[in-house]
């Protein structure tokens, strides 16, 4: 018999609909576990970091957190951001401050369209479209660099800069990256996201980086795309992609637009790699914490159990990955939806219903 393998996850569900959505894929991860018969358990702990943290410690999280996170095999974060709290406070104060402490480069993001789920896009379906969007996810223009009122102009003369930082090894790695994730594909391409016509130095650095990877790499096609035009293609010849590299910002941007035209913000995935794993990795939705329906019981769930799914591949267990997927698929195909996606489903009634097909 061999031995069991015990997965320890760190879980931050954060704020709003972050507590909802990490539950549910708790709950898939459980069922899992709980059917492999002994082949793998996974062992949890909760962080109660966020915005509500920020308003009794004025932080947000704790001094050490990192010290603790690095012992866990893989963080699964729900989202971080509430009213109360500004958005700049609480992104760098948690979500940023774990990829960057942790050199969670490589952020992958697939686009996936699934059955039942209606594509504002024309031609769209389950059959023929889905790609992956590679953000650079340590430097860019997420950087942190700049100031502001550098020159004391005093109050209406505010001056405020922010810097972009692009260096050769950010950029080699996370297109490397790219490409050899394009090699596990069908469609073996790599499209680069660039807007070198404007800005003339990081971005034309970025472009030379892509070529100069590009020549090891002549079994994959390529292209070189200005970002506002990527921006059309999503929406065009989505057809044409299969893994779109880019930098932190515009990643960050193309990304939510993929997951808006597969039908919904909420059905999307992400996994912040560090591929070193040097430290753990971080599985989250791409979504934010939807102030505006957390606490209904009505948020989308997938996204969050397809960023489970993803972990469950970070962790070798790729038959399971693929179980869950196909479990996300046949329940949303079956019509079993939650509101925002035309369906009448609760984020639980959504939960229960891909865990009954995972064993089905
Ligand atoms: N990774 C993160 O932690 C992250 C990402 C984006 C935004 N945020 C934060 O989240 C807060 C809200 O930001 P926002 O409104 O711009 O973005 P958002 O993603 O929270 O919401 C945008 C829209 O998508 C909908 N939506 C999001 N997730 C959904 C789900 N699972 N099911 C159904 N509908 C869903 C919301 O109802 C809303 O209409 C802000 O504080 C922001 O800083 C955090």
């Not at 971005?203 to 892509?210: G, I, K």
């Not at 489903?345 to 891909?354: D, F, K, P, Q």
Request: net charge negative; charged share 20%; aromatic share 8%.
């Amino acid at each position: 018999m061999t031995a069991t393998q015990n997965f320890r996850i760190a879980a931050i569900p954060a704020d709003g609909v972050g507590l909802e959505v990490v539950e549910a894929g708790r709950a898939v991860l459980d069922s899992l576990a709980g059917s492999s018969g002994g082949r793998f358990t996974f062992e949890w702990k909760d962080f109660p970091w966020g915005s509500e943290y920020y308003g009794e410690h004025g932080k947000m999280m704790a001094d050490d957190g990192l010290e603790e996170l690095k012992t866990f095999d893989a963080i699964y974060f729900g989202a971080v951001g509430w009213p109360t709290v500004p958005d700049h406070v609480s992104l760098w104060g948690l979500r940023l401050k774990i990829c960057q402490g942790f050199d969670q480069w490589a952020n992958v993001r697939p686009v996936e369209f699934l059955p039942g789920i209606v594509s504002p896009l024309r031609k769209a379906d389950d059959t023929d479209l889905n790609w992956v969007v590679v953000r650079e996810n340590s430097e860019g223009e997420y950087a942190g660099i700049g100031g502001r009122n550098l020159s004391a102009r005093g109050e209406g003369g505010e001056v405020a800069i922010q810097s972009a930082l692009f260096t050769e090894v950010g950029c080699e790695r996370i297109m490397r990256f790219a490409f050899d994730l394009a090699r596990t594909r069908a469609k073996k391409k790599v499209s680069s996201v660039t807007k070198s016509n404007a800005q003339q130095y990081g971005m034309v650095l970025w472009d030379d980086v892509f070529k100069k990877v590009a020549a090891d790499y002549p079994d994959i096609e390529t292209e070189s795309v200005l970002v506002d035009a990527m921006a059309a293609k999503f929406v065009l010849h989505p057809e044409e992609l299969s893994v779109v590299v880019a930098s932190n910002l515009n990643a960050d941007i193309l990304s939510d637009l993929g997951s808006a035209l597969a039908g919904s913000l909420g059905l999307a995935a992400s996994a912040n790699l560090n591929p070193a794993k040097t430290y753990p990795s971080m599985f989250e939705p791409v979504h934010g914490s939807a102030p505006d329906i957390a606490g209904q019981g009505i948020c989308n769930p997938v996204g969050a159990i397809g960023s489970a799914a993803l972990m469950l591949e970070h962790f070798g267990l790729h038959d399971e990955a693929k179980a869950v997927q196909r479990a996300i698929e046949q329940t949303t195909g079956d019509g079993i939806r939650t509101r925002e996606v035309g369906g009448s489903a609760s984020t639980a009634e959504v939960t229960a219903a891909i865990i009954e097909r995972l064993h089905s």
